[in-house]
T-cell receptor, first 115, second 115 residues
Framework: DVKVTQSSRYLVKRTGEKVFLECVQDMDHENMFWYRQDPGLGLRLIYF???????EKGDIPEGYSVSREKKERFSLILESASTNQTSMYLC??????????????FGQGTRLTVV | DQQVKQNSPSLSVQEGRISILNCDYTNSMFDYFLWYKKYPAEGPTFLIS?????DKNEDGRFTVFLNKSAKHLSLHIVPSQPGDSAVYFC??????????????FGRGTQLTVWP
């Protein structure tokens, strides 16, 4: 089974802190993603990566950056946390290739609260 | 603008009856659709998918129907069980040849199945 593991289930951070969310997948997937989920807004894509050191902005990249130094690891960075970044953050991975890679596997999520 | 729309934020169904969750999409070039299920404090899990070459795909109690002319798909759960209570998201990739690997998600429908 594919496993996507996020480093923390719950985090509480202060406004202005730099926050790192880590994600590791064990199935050698090329693609990795960071989404956030907010009530009534569904899943919104922040950033994704289709290869090591490659990254693409998603729909809401402002206030975030990412790092992918190794194929299995994808980090989301909140440069200066703000209260409007309080959310559920979900990491996902998938294979490359249309149809073959379409199904994304998600981690368990990190509930981040910024106070 | 939303590429995938789930216009019902919630649905309540009695155990044993049919649950029908609906999803509309905007672009006729979309040709593959997925449904995900999400419990609170967990990541979404893949449920069922359908390619545009089909109009129906069935997996146990779950059936997805696709109406390409209406740009509409629906997920039927028969019979509904209390364990089906979750948020259901429909999703689609942008289309062949477009940005690698990402999915567009709807805002989700909270299904509650009561005894």
């Amino acid at each position: 089974d594919v496993k996507v593991t996020q480093s923390s289930r719950y985090l509480v951070k202060r406004t202005g802190e730099k926050v790192f969310l880590e994600c590791v997948q064990d199935m050698d997937h090329e693609n990795m993603f960071w989404y956030r989920q907010d009530p009534g807004l569904g899943l919104r894509l922040i950033y994704f990566s289709y290869d090591v050191k490659m990254k693409e902005k998603g729909d809401i990249p402002e206030g975030y950056s990412v790092s992918r130094e190794k194929k299995e690891r994808f980090s989301l960075i909140l440069e200066s946390a703000s209260t409007n970044q309080t959310s559920m953050y979900l990491c996902a991975s998938s294979l490359s290739g249309y149809f073959r890679g379409t199904e994304a596997f998600f981690g368990q999520g990190t509930r981040l609260t910024v106070v | 603008d939303q590429q995938v729309k789930q216009n019902s934020p919630s649905l309540s169904v009695q155990e044993g009856r049919i649950s029908i969750l609906n999803c509309d999409y905007t672009n006729s070039m979309f040709d593959y659709f997925l449904w995900y299920k999400k419990y609170p404090a967990e990541g979404p899990t893949f449920l069922i998918s359908i390619s545009s070459i089909k109009d129906k795909n069935e997996d146990g109690r779950f059936t997805v129907f696709l109406n390409k002319s209406a740009k509409h798909l629906s997920l039927h759960i028969v019979p509904s069980q209390p364990g089906d209570s979750a948020v259901y998201f429909c999703a689609t990739p942008p289309g062949r040849g477009s940005t690698l690997g990402r999915l567009y998600f709807g805002r989700g429908t909270q299904l509650t199945v009561w005894p």
